[in-house]
C-alpha cells in the first residue's frame, strides 16, 4: 500500500446502508446458477470488495489512486486488526483471478472457485458486521 493510498474521509450510516445493499445485489446475483461461473465470480468478488469498503469507509478514509482494489484490501488489517488477514488475503487472491478473468482470457475459474469465494465472503461479512457493531454500532444497517 502506497503511502498516500487512504485519505480521512467521513462517513455516514446512509453511505454504510447502501454499500450494504449493493452487497446484497452483488451476492445475490453470484448465486444464480444459470449464470457462467466467470459472471458469478466477478460478482461474488463485487460482494467481497464492498465488505471491504465498508470497512475502510467506517474507519472514516477512503482509497484512492490506480491500486484502489489491492490497497482496500491492504489497509483492512490495518484497520480491522489482524483477525481479518485471512480474508484480506482471500480477497486479493481473488482479485488476481479477476483481473485475469476480465482482462485476460475466459473460463479461468469454474464453479468449486465460485463455491470457495462465495464461503469466503460469507465468512468475511460476518467478520465485518461484529467489527462494525463493536467499533462503530451507529454504521450498521437496521
Known sequence: MTPDAIVPAA??????AALFARF?????DAS???????????????????????AVRASGYRVKGGENHHDTFAALEVLMGSS???S???????????????YDAAGMVDAADVAA???????FEGEVRAWLAKHHP????A
Do not use: C, H, W
Not at 24 to 28: H, L, N, Q, R, T
Not at 88 to 102: E, W
Open 24 to 28: 446484497e445485489v452483488a451476492m445475490s
Open 84 to 86: 481479518s488477514r485471512e
Open 138 to 141: 451507529e454504521l450498521l444497517p
Open 11 to 16: 462517513s455516514t450510516p446512509a453511505e454504510i
Open 32 to 54: 444464480i446458477v444459470g449464470q457462467s461461473a466467470d459472471g458469478r465470480y466477478l460478482d461474488a468478488y463485487t460482494a467481497g470488495f464492498l465488505l471491504a469498503k465498508i
Open 117 to 123: 469465494l462465495l464461503a469466503r465472503v460469507t465468512t
Open 88 to 102: 484480506a488475503d482471500a480477497l486479493n487472491a481473488a482479485r488476481k483471478y479477476r483481473n485475469q478473468d476480465m
